[in-house]
């Protein structure tokens, strides 16, 4: 059997859904815009001010990827005793300190300062060489804690080789004060299989500093069968791998033929952006665990949920909830982790950041899936990214009694002081998603405290609600954002200093990330074994039929706009000269800021 290199399973974010998501994000349209927050308002979250689990120091602690024990079924936040449970990832602002803490407070208290911190979970005297990231957890039959999490080895020249893994938590609840008494059953469920999904030896043969390696951010959910599964964050693997043969694959571009044909001359036009096309290969995957609560292996390995060869290199945070009888999957992403400069540099310009939540709907769990908004735009970065109100890392979270309406909860600044001395990353306020039956969403002016992971009659805090003015501290608007000091790696924003987007700055080369084609029928290994480099693929024997239903020969979206059937002759029969002629870029001038 030979690889495929045309496969068609799964959704794509085409190059065209990637401009549709920055035109958005441009236009500042009020149904995607993440709210304005009240800046004065924003507080330093205190239980973050704990014992680091590198330093054994008591310090103020950045805090940003979180998520909430769960039920593992409806995705509520679980009561554990009368507790809400949070896990999150904390570390001390500018150093390479990554490592995940358990956070508690009384179920349905929406005070940020009456949580508490019972420690890291992995314990003290951690250093940089073994990392924790973002992942899951969810409330098990006897009422421990079942974890899933990213372990990361920085051993290996300080590269992050990721691991999807999972632990099992037991805790004690001694007059208020919750702490761990045991972690068991820490083991490795997944790490890449080569074929569906890229694995580390893969990228580290192949990796000349520009590309993107993701094996993490696993999300648990149950399907009505009670079957399990992991959601996570990954890159393609040789059935649809990165490569510069992805340029000329007509079914990454997604638009009709005039915009396809002026994005294939552009993207050859500009090295970085024909570097970035190259590596680009992010996915949503999606495998099947096993029966064992407590000790979960893979049971089955389904191809991606989505992809996005030769338009992103990162979508990360997946997580799933279903609402009624669909199942609502979502991510976030830096459009700057994209191939298409022009997009996320106007994004920069006119806003100050490219950051945005995208989502797809589908009527079973393994898919197929249809993007939100027709592009999957869900959310837009409203301020620049080193203001104090400026978030990331989205997390959807079900409101208990409603089908149609979701908790959004995010993270405060981008880490490591960009915002300002003493204005630590905390949680950022929380805020309502209305899910139209159109298969569309709204941005609420619904909005919590910050920390507030359960919607009820005692959530909404009307002081948080912001403007454009009040979202920025004193100062605030006239500071350029310091992309370097953020860690994009990109050219500075000057509001001050217009550029012109036709011909805007060539970024320099990203370097690999601190955390960080189109899939034919889908054959997932049933026992994919060690994977082989991509010069020597080792080819499955006895392909696997996933459970969900055939994937069509398109694409699975029949919202998007479908390229014509002889656009291939259109690109032969026109000489060079006319098509460049023909097909100029075009500019974007519109400021946000004076």
Do not use: C
């Amino acid at each position: 059997m030979n690889f495929s290199k045309t496969a068609k399973s799964g959704t794509q974010m085409t190059y065209n859904d990637f401009q549709k998501i920055a035109d958005t994000l441009i236009k500042q349209d009020g149904r995607y815009t993440v709210p304005f927050f009240k800046a004065s308002e924003i507080k330093n979250m205190p239980a973050a001010t704990t014992k680091d689990a590198q330093t054994n120091i008591i310090e103020p602690l950045d805090v940003w990827d979180s998520w909430p024990v769960q039920d593992v079924r409806t995705g509520q936040v679980a009561n554990w005793n009368g507790y809400q449970l949070v896990i999150a990832m904390m570390g001390v602002p500018g150093q390479n300190d990554n490592h995940i803490y358990l956070l508690y407070n009384k179920y349905g208290d929406n005070e940020l300062s009456h949580w508490k911190n019972a420690g890291p979970i992995f314990g003290y005297n951690a250093t940089p060489l073994s990392q924790e990231w973002s992942g899951s957890a969810v409330l098990n039959s006897d009422n421990s804690i079942q974890l899933f999490y990213t372990r990361v080895d920085t051993s290996d020249n300080n590269t992050n080789h990721q691991k999807i893994a999972s632990a099992t938590l037991y805790l004690t609840d001694n007059n208020g004060n919750i702490s761990l008494a045991q972690v068991a059953n820490d083991h490795i469920v997944f790490e890449g299989d080569g074929y569906y999904y890229q694995t580390y030896d893969q990228w580290k043969a192949a990796n000349k500093g520009a590309d993107n390696i993701a094996m993490r951010d696993a999300h648990a959910i149950e399907d009505d069968n009670g079957d399990r599964y992991l959601v996570f964050e990954a890159s393609t693997g040789l059935e649809n791998y990165q490569g510069e043969n992805q340029i000329y694959n007509w079914l990454n571009y997604g638009g009709d033929d005039a915009f396809n044909i002026k994005s294939l001359f552009r993207i050859l036009s500009n090295d970085d952006i024909k570097s970035r096309a190259t590596w680009a290969n992010a996915a949503i995957g999606i495998l099947k665990l096993n029966n064992d609560e407590k000790n979960p292996k893979m049971a089955e390995l389904y191809s991606p949920l989505i992809s996005s060869p030769m338009v992103s290199d990162e979508i990360e945070r997946p997580n799933v909830v279903k609402l009624g009888n669909k199942y609502y999957l979502f991510a976030a992403t830096r459009l700057n982790r994209g191939s298409n400069d022009d997009a996320w540099m106007n994004a920069n310009y006119t806003v100050g950041d490219n950051v945005a939540m995208v989502g797809y709907v589908a009527d079973s769990l393994t898919g197929p899936y249809k993007p939100l908004n027709d592009s999957g735009v869900v959310l837009t970065a409203s301020v620049p990214a080193n203001w104090r109100t400026a978030t990331y890392s989205y997390y959807a979270v079900p409101v208990a009694g409603k089908d149609d309406q979701l908790l959004v909860t995010s993270y405060m600044t981008n880490r490591n002081g960009v915002a300002g001395k003493g204005m630590d990353s905390t949680w950022a306020p929380s805020f309502l998603l209305q899910i139209n039956p159109d298969n569309t969403t709204t941005v609420l002016a619904k909005m919590t405290n910050q920390g507030d992971w359960i919607w009820d009659d005692s959530s909404e805090n009307l002081d948080m609600i912001g403007d454009l003015d009040s979202a920025a501290l004193p100062g605030e608007r006239d500071k350029p954002v310091d992309w370097d000091l953020i860690g994009y790696g990109l050219k500075p924003h000057d509001p001050a200093t217009p550029k012109n987007p036709e011909t805007p700055t060539t970024p320099e080369t990203p370097e690999t990330p601190e955390m960080p084609n189109t899939p034919e029928t889908p054959k997932t290994p049933e026992n994919p074994g060690t994977p082989q480099t991509p010069e020597t693929p080792n080819i499955p024997e006895v392909p696997l039929t996933p459970e969900n239903p055939k994937q069509p020969e398109t694409q699975t979206n029949s919202r998007l706009p479908q390229t014509g059937n002889n656009a291939n002759k259109a690109v032969i029969g026109l000489g060079m000269g006319t098509l460049l002629s023909m097909f100029g870029l075009a500019g974007i001038n519109k400021r946000r800021f004076n």
